[in-house]
């Protein structure tokens, strides 16, 4: 079995932080065509991020997708939280962004997330990059890709 | 005649010749005397005619000397009267001078209350002109930051009618009809357009709020990247990229390889159809002198980097226009574009506290010329 299958064969659970309902319903759009059972639960900002994943009942998700802008707290002080919580430094954050900061995605890779996503404008090329995203989260490793590999991205 | 009256006679003639006698003697001792008084009287007469011999000479020697003092007077009398004329000539000049110090006097008074009134105008100016310059600064930033939120703020909703749209055409291409098609393609192409300006715009604002760092860079270095960032344009084009001469150049890193992309991105975009493009890029230290313009120092030293094509050029007259924010010189489909690359050019450019000029002649290429200070 090829690493994605064996994702495929368990349920995986997926989050998502996102203050835009827009974008949301596109995520969700996006993950339609994907290979096997997945289970996605939003929330719609950093507090209530926080609070979700700090809760003792709730299981983790395998991976996290996280907005910068949002309201109450944003995705880079949630990111500097996760990193610093011991339970939940293991769960690999993907920050899925509109904008592009140079310097801002630097630090993001300083502060441990694993993968950043810039919102493309057009939908398969939002599909092919949440898939390319999963795949390598599929594949159990953890460990930081290097700043090169950082910023992912499909070719037009 | 009787005897006695003789004896008598005789007694008396002896006694008048004993009188004769005693008076002749008495005469005798009285002429000693007399004598005696005349040669003292003498020697006194000659004593007195030596003593008048010689104050005769004292006064004639006295004489001669006042002579001379008084010819000697009559000259420096006639000085005096020179000196006189002079000082009373001196005298008439410095009435004169004096008058016209006072005159000179009044007027640099007048002058100086004038020049108190002049200098608190100034001051009052130069108050005005520093609220101005800091309600500048203040607009400045805020028009920035506006820029700067705006355009960040505008890709959202932007993003979106592309990713809508992207959407519709994927899933229900089958239902649409062939205009409909068309109008959906409209809508994405005019979406992209306006996400490409937004995208300027943002790395127009951002020129103007980062940090300025100057770091000492070998111009190679720069070129390269800027050359591999275009590899696959200056592939497709077949393009003749030449570098050479390239020295070690005073820039903030990351502008400074905006700009170059920017202007050999233009060369490669504005070149001729029917010509094989070539870009030539050149570098040496020139004095600021060389340059016609007040905004180098002419001792100064300055880089001077020179990026030429031979593509299709433009008209000399808007050789100051094209770096102008939104300026284009092209319809949309003829070369695309927002209009902002050169006035990102020449803000980067500016923030190195350089100039840059272009020259160009329709169809004949089009060489930019930056000079940036040396150290």
Do not use: W
């Not at chain 1, 954050?93 to 996503?117: D, P, R, W």
């Not at chain 2, 002749?24 to 005397?33: P, Q, T, Y």
């Amino acid at each position: 079995m090829t690493e994605i299958q064996k994702m495929s064969s368990k349920h995986l659970n997926l989050l998502l932080a996102d203050d835009d309902f827009d974008d949301c319903f596109i995520f969700k759009e996006a993950l339609e065509g994907h290979p096997g059972p997945i289970n996605i639960t939003e929330v719609h900002d950093g507090e209530q991020l926080m609070a979700l994943l700090t809760k003792e009942t709730y299981e983790l998700p395998h991976v996290l997708f996280i907005d910068l802008n949002m309201p109450r707290k944003n995705g880079f002080e949630c990111l500097a939280e996760i990193k610093l919580n011991s339970r939940l430094r293991q769960i690999p954050v993907i920050i899925y962004s509109t904008s592009f900061e140079h310097e801002m995605v630097n630090q993001l890779y300083k502060n441990g997330a694993q993968f950043y996503i810039r919102k493309p404008s057009r939908f398969q090329e939002l599909q092919l990059v949440i898939q390319l995203a999963l795949k390598h989260i599929a594949k159990a490793d953890i460990s930081q890709p290097t700043r090169d590999e950082f910023v992912l991205a499909v070719q037009n | 005649m009787p005897k006695s009256q003789k004896s008598a006679e005789l007694i008396i003639a002896i006694k008048e010749i004993v009188f004769q006698n005693e008076e002749r003697g008495k005469r005798a001792a009285e002429l000693v005397i007399a004598n005696k008084e005349l040669v003292f009287q003498n020697k006194e007469k000659e004593k007195r005619a030596a003593e008048l011999i010689i104050a005769n000479k004292e006064l004639a020697f006295q004489n001669e000397e006042k002579e001379k003092r008084a010819s000697e007077l009559i000259v420096a009398n006639k000085e005096l009267v020179f000196q006189n004329r002079e000082k009373e000539k001196r005298a008439a000049e410095l009435i004169i001078a004096n008058k016209e110090l006072a005159f000179q006097n009044e007027e640099k008074e007048k002058r100086a209350s004038e020049l108190i009134v002049a200098n608190k105008e100034l001051v009052f100016q130069n108050r005005e002109k520093e609220k101005r310059a800091a309600e500048l600064v203040i607009a400045n930033k805020e028009l920035l930051a506006f820029t700067y939120v705006s355009s960040h703020d505008l890709q959202e909703p932007l993003r979106k009618i592309q990713t809508f749209v992207s959407i519709i055409l994927a899933k229900e291409h089958a239902n649409l009809t062939d205009k409909g098609k068309f109008n959906f393609d409209r809508i994405q192409s005019a979406a992209a357009t306006m996400q490409q300006l937004i995208e300027d715009l943002l790395a127009f604002s951002r020129i103007s709020t980062t940090d300025r760092k100057f770091e000492k860079i070998d111009l190679h270095i720069v070129i390269e990247a800027v050359r591999n960032e275009l590899k696959e344009t200056i592939e497709s084009k077949k393009a003749i990229f030449e570098a050479f001469n390239l020295s070690t150049v005073n820039i903030i890193h990351f502008q400074f390889r905006q700009l170059m992309y920017n202007l050999i991105s233009n060369a490669l975009k504005f070149s001729r159809a029917d010509v094989q493009s070539h870009i030539m890029i050149s570098s040496r230290v020139v004095k600021g002198h060389i340059v016609d313009t007040e905004k180098l120092s002419p001792e100064k030293e300055y880089s001077h980097i020179t990026v030429r094509d031979n593509g299709i050029g433009f008209e000399p007259h808007f050789s100051q226009r094209i770096f102008e924010v939104f300026q284009k010189l092209h319809g949309k489909q003829e070369y695309p574009g927002t209009g902002i690359g050169l006035a990102i050019v020449k803000k980067i450019v500016e923030n190195h506290n350089g100039i840059i000029t272009a020259s160009s002649e329709l169809g004949q290429g089009a060489c930019f010329d930056i000079y940036i200070p040396a150290n």
